[in-house]
């Protein structure tokens, strides 16, 4: 990933995509204290555009305040970069990767002293579960890690150092031979994928979990609204794994996994094992509003700097 061409944004200036380099002793390097976003722009009949910028990057600032990082930058002005960064690198379609990070003057657990940098790339990213996940669906597995108790990670945070939990449990469950990871809080009620929110469908009703100890999602949002325009009931609730199992479809919702079928947990096929009806549906309407084919929702869509 650093040995390409292109220019990386860091604390105000354009780089290019090889200098854009950091010192080994940076405060978030040893301890993982920061905070990032994860974003996409598609290809649209009026160009490149970025889905929701406005709501990805308020969750940024909230994920900043919730670790009382004081971000430098505003979020008009991150979202100018954010646009930049598409058209700079020549980009059709990217993920956008914002990243807040403390830097070297201070090593030491309390980053009091270390200073505030922050980073914008963009780079073309295909679909983020392999090529076949989203038409044939995924396996997954339930994780032997749990997800974050609300008062050890807060989880509104799109924190840095929740992610050793999502990789701990996607290289568990890659190593045994599925796609993901579900995880369960930990009171043993489904929370999350490694980096989705997670839906069910039982009697043409929607179902997820309350966002207690997961992400609250921004795909899972636009898929709210989605369902309640094709008049799905939608309920949220605590979710047991055995739910999971006996549900008619299930499906993970991301920026990076789009709209994802699960075609099998535990070894349990989830229906008739193929991608279902409603997330068909949900995945067409969500694609067809990412790649402005839908007036209803321009408004979710911020083009990207000419
Ligand atoms: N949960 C986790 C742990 C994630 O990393 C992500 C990806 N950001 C999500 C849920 C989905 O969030 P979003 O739809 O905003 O990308």
Redesign the pocket.
Known sequence: MENRDGFIWLDGHWLPWRDAKVHVLSHTLHYGYGCFE?IRAYATPRGPAIFRLEEHLRRLTDSAHILAIDLPWSRAELAQVCREAVSRNGLDSAYIRPLVFLGPEKVGVDPAGAQTHVMVAAWPWGAYLGGDALEQGIRVRISSYARHHPNVQMCRA?AISTYSN?ILAVREARRDGYDEALLLDTEGYVA??????LFLVRDGELLEPETTS??D????RSIHVLAREAGLALRAKRITRDEVYCADEVFL????AEVTPVVEVDRRSIGTGQPGPVTRLLQQRYFACVRGEDGAHADWLTPAAT
Do not use: D
């Open positions: 994860g799109k999502s999350e994928g490694s980096g989705e929110n997961a992400l999602g921004i795909t899972r919702t991301g920026t990076a």
